[in-house]
């Protein structure tokens, strides 16, 4: 079993930056892709950055491209999301995923899932 932990959300001013961290354990494989969604109320759950597997491409949604970046460590058990120049659009709950999915856009396509984390941005 797989699990995801994240953490690092909160209250932040527009403008503001914020860190998320995402905590993997279980029986990971280092070479399954790693990404962050995020749903805001009334709204689908997407995709606003991913790690690529297997030497597959990385992705940053348009919407947060140039202001938000993905990482990992090198063994592979911690995700991370820089979150810089935050907009009250930004707000939502913003969860962690790891898998091997086919597209990387595909919710359903994730295996693994953290609980969330709540990002609130204030104007």
């Known amino acids: 079993q797989v699990q995801l932990v994240e953490s690092g959300g909160g209250l932040v001013q527009a403008g503001g930056s914020l860190r998320l961290s995402c905590a993997i354990s279980?029986?990971?494989?280092?070479?399954?892709?790693v990404a962050w969604f995020r749903q805001a109320p009334g709204k689908e759950r997407e995709l606003v950055a991913a790690?690529?597997?297997?030497?597959?491409?990385?992705h940053t949604a348009d919407s947060v491209k140039g202001r938000f970046s993905i990482s990992r460590d090198n063994a592979g058990k911690m995700v991370f999301l820089q979150m810089n120049s935050v907009k009250p659009e930004d707000t939502a709950v913003y969860y962690c995923?790891?898998?091997?999915?086919?597209?990387?856009?595909?919710?359903?396509?994730?295996?693994?899932w953290g609980q969330g984390t709540q990002v609130t941005v204030s104007s």
């Open positions: 279980g029986r990971t494989v280092t070479s399954w892709a």
């Open positions: 995923a790891t898998g091997t999915p086919v597209p990387y856009s595909e919710p359903r396509k994730w295996a693994y």
């Open positions: 790690l690529g597997w297997r030497g597959s491409r990385n």
